[in-house]
């Protein structure tokens, strides 16, 4: 679906398991370079299931990116090739961002994820999971408690 209007626009796009919303602005400063992105994910059908989005960009960050400890000090993180991907992944209270010497891509969210940057330029936040058993990362059973979010 596709909105038109003279403050902003959207498009909706509707899957089994999400919906994806994009919104830009049109206006002018800081807004109207802005997006706003809205997902709705269920996946409580499923089983062992992780649904990630990835925002893709120009930004030449190398294996660097930054996000928050706790919603003020932002904490640089490394992607290290050597390491399985799950540990890769960081917490992130509310806000991440990729940068380089021209500019800077920030992600800024409601809730708390998991967020990494797999590659150059590559922002990837985990928006649910729902596993059957343990991952031995510390909560010593399965994630299948998962709500509308």
Sequence with gaps: RVTRG??????????KHFTHTVRVF??????GKSLEIS?????RSEVNRELVMRLVSDVASSNRFY???????????????????????YP??????LQDST?????????SQGVASL???ELEVVLDRRLQQDD?????QGVTDNKLT
Excluded: W, Y
């Design 6 to 15: 003279p403050i902003f626009s959207d498009i909706t796009s509707c899957f």
């Design 26 to 31: 049109h206006l002018d400063g800081h807004a």
């Design 39 to 43: 997902n709705t994910v269920d996946i």
């Design 67 to 89: 996000s928050d400890l706790n919603g003020f000090q932002m904490q640089q993180r490394r992607t290290l090739e050597k390491l399985p991907l799950q540990a890769n992944f």
């Design 92 to 97: 992130m209270s509310s806000s991440s961002f």
């Design 103 to 111: 500019s800077r891509l920030s992600l800024l969210s409601a809730q």
């Design 119 to 121: 590659r150059s330029g």
């Design 136 to 140: 031995n990362r510390g909560l010593g």
